[in-house]
């Protein structure tokens, strides 16, 4: 099937070695299919024409009709030597400037003749200008007449070596008019008769080389359905492969310790989301097939009490069960308030961290292997080869994006059969991304906060307002509230993040000093046992000021803290931000985060903060963060296999055609889970072509 394709882009006429290594190295683009999958990132009307006194600065790429009347050239050596023109339409003069390649050009194009300049144009010394226009005779306007002109994405060093959009653009017209020109459709026809969408060849040609926007939109369309369809597809038949060949453990009662808990532990009522959830889950463990469920919850949405009853459904089935955490600090919070809960009842429990000694690992491991370990809660040293279990059944895996897929699987081989596995996590993943890259789980969402909790307040403050900031923390330490300060910590800064964390806490101890208050630090560079005593001064209340880095960031539960500062908040993501204030408002009094951030803030780091002061709504800021950065940008999908480099399709704006092709994905799948089918066949062969890198192309024919 097109395997004309595959051949090197040094083939293409006109392209040759040296461009070829150029589009290779900053494009990415190695064959004839690659540069036709190369596609405009947008178009520029090439029907309006603009007056010369109509323009201004900051027009995107636009043309003019009308006359040049002189040429100069200027400067001299290399990188002084400039061309200038002057260029008038009748209602006013503009400059026209060239600093390379413009030897021919004032050959090309005489003066005093009639042609189209069209460029993006700028401003210098109050004076609009337009640098490396492209003019086209006039003769030529009618076949642009009705054309959108496409639009490639280049960079500087594609520019400097003369590949610019419009050299680009010529090679795919090549293309279409030579190797691509027939190209055999990808789909099976009865697909597109069911779904009305154009035939390949004429959304390859239109994508291009569009003729008017109504086509160009149908184009769009199928390229994108095409993706995403297919994307779908391929992770829906691997879903029920795996559903059709494994089996699962049946947990078939609900038992003893169940039971128990929830006349005698149970502290309050579940809110209606828990139990519906709860219920999910229960039936999920009862039928035979191995469970394999997301369960997301907004924070302090009540998730832990949900893993808790589910393990206890587990263990009174005979069965031990595990929870992960990504932190040292997340693993002892979980140990802590599940031994808690399960005060009174004979559920053993037991905490396995990296810094868990020698002794103390060994009884782990012998109580694991000897079946008397009911619950063991730990950190990634659960993964470890030598932690074994009896008979593992139920695996919960705390806020999941830190994990990735393969790590989960290791802990599937602790056990004869796979275990069922619950995956929570306290970032909402927007429906469409869920669709993706959680696509081969089952979700169930906490969509209700428990009772009583108050909206918390949040405010976008400037850095200078500092003392203002530290009179309300204050106040609120009056009031006995305790307050987070959190600093950013990024990979590249680290450095000078940490300088500018420990600067924050000697001046919050200046400020703040013992013995009217205390302040507490935890930060990724001290030991676990400092950390964890921090912490704990923290927790109990011993400290007013928690000052920490991201650590803190998922899953730390200390009700009484009420006010959460976030130092250089435009340096955060939207999830993340919104992780961060999900640690305050756990208790019954007004919840504060304070957003301090510069005055020099991007547009979109402006954007980012204000959402966060419109909305505490979860779901609402995954969707705005995927619409913002786009899906590769998003925590956890860089580890999910999915292959983000989509070509067209947009998981933050194309939501409805990825709910479209899913649905057709769905029936397909459905009725002919192995695409076993004449009519599926080239299916087949699609997605062994995208999903399976050691394809015999020989086969394909
Ligand atoms: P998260 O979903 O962020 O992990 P937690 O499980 O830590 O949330 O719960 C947050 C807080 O709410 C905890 O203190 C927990 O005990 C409490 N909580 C959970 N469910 C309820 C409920 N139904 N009613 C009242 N409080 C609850
Ligand atoms: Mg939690």
Redesign the pocket.
């Known amino acids: 099937m097109q395997e004309s394709l595959n051949t090197e882009i040094k083939f293409l006429p006109g392209v040759g070695p040296k461009r070829s290594e150029l589009l290779n190295k900053e494009l990415g683009i190695y064959t004839l299919r690659d540069l036709l999958y190369y596609f405009p990132f947008r178009y520029v009307d090439r029907t309006k024409f603009y007056k010369i006194r109509e323009l201004q600065s900051d027009l995107p790429y636009i043309q003019l009709k009308g006359k040049i009347i002189s040429y100069q050239v200027t400067g001299q050596g290399r990188g002084q030597k400039r061309l200038s023109a002057k260029f008038s339409d009748g209602t006013g003069i503009i400059e026209l400037l060239w600093f390379k390649g413009f030897k021919w050009i004032p050959e090309n194009h005489k003066p005093n003749v009639e042609c189209i300049v069209f460029g993006k144009p700028s401003v210098f010394r109050n004076q609009i200008n337009i640098i490396h226009p492209d003019i086209d005779d006039i003769s030529k306007e009618k076949s642009l007449s009705s054309r959108l002109q496409p639009m490639y994405n280049t960079t500087e060093k594609l520019k400097n070596n003369y590949i610019t959009s419009k050299v680009i653009q010529k090679m795919i017209f090549n293309l279409l008019e030579t190797t691509a020109k027939n190209l055999e459709e990808s789909l099976p026809v009865w697909l597109i008769k069911k779904t009305g969408i154009i035939h390949l060849n004429e959304a390859l040609q239109t994508i291009h080389f569009p003729d008017n926007p109504e086509i160009l939109k149908k184009a769009e369309f199928r390229l994108k359905f095409e993706e995403l369809f297919l994307l779908q597809l391929n992770i829906l038949k691997t879903k029920t492969l795996r559903v059709l060949k494994t089996n699962g453990y049946v947990f078939e009662k609900v038992g003893e310790n169940f039971n128990n808990f929830y006349s005698n532990n149970l ?5 209606n989301a ?1 139990k519906r959830v709860l219920k999910e889950i229960r039936r999920d463990m009862g039928i035979g097939k191995q469970m394999n469920r997301l369960l997301q ?11 808790l009853m589910s393990m206890l459904i587990a263990i009174d089935n005979g069965y031990q069960t595990c929870l992960m955490a990504p932190t040292e600090i997340l693993a002892n919070q979980h140990f802590k ?1 599940l031994s808690g809960f399960l005060e009174g009842l004979n559920v053993s429990i037991k905490l396995l961290k990296g810094s868990t000694r020698k002794k103390a690992r060994e009884v782990i491991h012998e109580e694991l292997l000897d079946g008397s370990l009911k619950i063991l809660v730990g950190t990634h040293a659960l993964i470890e080869d030598i932690v074994q279990f009896q008979n593992l059944g139920l695996v919960i895996i ?1 806020e999941q994006h830190r994990f990735g897929v393969a790590q989960r699987a290791r802990l599937w081989e602790k056990s004869e059969r796979p275990p069922h596995v619950l995956v ?1 996590t ?1 970032t909402p993943i927007p429906r469409t991304l869920a669709m993706t890259v959680y696509g081969d789980l089952d979700v169930s969402i ?1 969509d209700e906060l ?3 909790r108050k909206a918390i307040k949040t405010i976008l403050q400037n850095d200078s307002k500092r003392l203002m900031l530290h009179a309300f923390m204050r106040k609120e330490i009056e009031k006995g509230r305790q307050i987070y300060i959190v600093y950013p910590l990024i990979k590249e800064s680290e450095k000078m993040d940490y300088k500018d964390l420990e600067d924050g806490y000697f001046s919050i101890v200046r400020d703040f000093p013992s013995p009217k208050y205390y302040v507490s630090v935890v930060h990724g560079k001290m030991k676990a046992e400092e950390k964890d005593i921090s912490m704990k001064h923290f927790k109990e209340g011993k400290t007013n000021i928690l000052v920490a880095t991201t650590v803190i960031e998922v ?1 730390v ?1 200390i ?1 009484n803290a009420s006010v959460m500062v976030i130092e250089s908040a435009e340096r955060f993501g939207l999830s993340q931000l919104h992780q961060l204030r ?1 640690r305050v408002g ?1 208790g019954a009094d007004q919840s504060y985060c304070i957003l301090m951030a510069g005055y020099k803030l991007s547009d979109e780091g402006r954007k980012r903060l204000e959402i966060m002061v419109r909305t505490n709504d979860g779901f609402e800021i995954a969707e705005a963060d995927l619409r913002l950065r786009g899906p590769g940008d998003i925590e956890g999908t860089q580890q999910s296999g999915i292959p983000f480099d989509l070509k067209i399709a947009h998981l933050g704006r194309d939501g409805n055609i990825l709910q479209y092709a899913r649905d057709i994905a769905g029936e397909i799948i459905d009725k002919d889970p192995l695409l076993a089918a004449d009519e599926n066949r080239l299916l087949k062969l699609q997605l062994k072509k995208l999903y399976n890198k050691s394809v015999n192309w020989g086969e394909i024919s």
């Open positions: 502290p309050f009522e579940l809110t828990q919850g907004d924070v302090g949405s009540g998730k832990t009490i949900v893993a308030s705390d929570m306290a906490i428990p009772p009583g899953g539960d009700p999900g756990r």
